[in-house]
């Protein structure tokens, strides 16, 4: 099924998505409002001083997968298991983090990574954009 990519406005199959951790809500603003927001965890140490908020976590898991091959059937179709385990991990402190983001195609990707590109360098310094 083919999307409608929300910068272009061309539809594809290829869909990807660009996004900015930004610290204010960009999709309240005039800035990017159709942009979505998408939270997601950074590990920090106990003894940073975070801004924003933290999560401890005393006791968790983390995924670990077996990988059982059972060969191939009388078709000549293999047939591979992935078996989960949980590993225990030791107490974690997570922060909190804000992702805004944009579905787009492939093209309006690249157009946004060369931008990104061109501001790393320092190419709108002068032309004032603030």
């Known amino acids: 099924m083919k999307a409608r ?30 942009a979505d927001e998408r939270q997601f965890f950074s590990e920090v140490g106990e003894d940073s001083s975070i801004w924003g908020k933290t999560r401890r976590y005393k006791s968790g898991t983390v995924d670990r997968f077996e990988i059982i091959d059972h060969g191939k059937d009388d078709r000549g179709v293999g047939h591979t298991e992935l078996v989960p385990h949980q590993d225990p991990v030791p107490p974690i402190r997570l922060r909190e983090n804000v992702l805004f983001s944009i579905d787009c195609c492939k093209s309006c990707r690249a157009d946004f990574l060369q931008v990104f590109k061109r501001w790393r360098n320092g190419e709108f310094k002068e032309i004032g954009w603030r």
């Not at 910068?7 to 603003?29: A, S």
């Open 5 to 34: 990519c929300k910068v272009c406005g061309n539809k594809t199959e290829d869909m990807r998505h660009v996004g900015v951790e930004c610290f204010y809500k960009v999709n309240e603003d005039d800035i990017v409002p159709d």
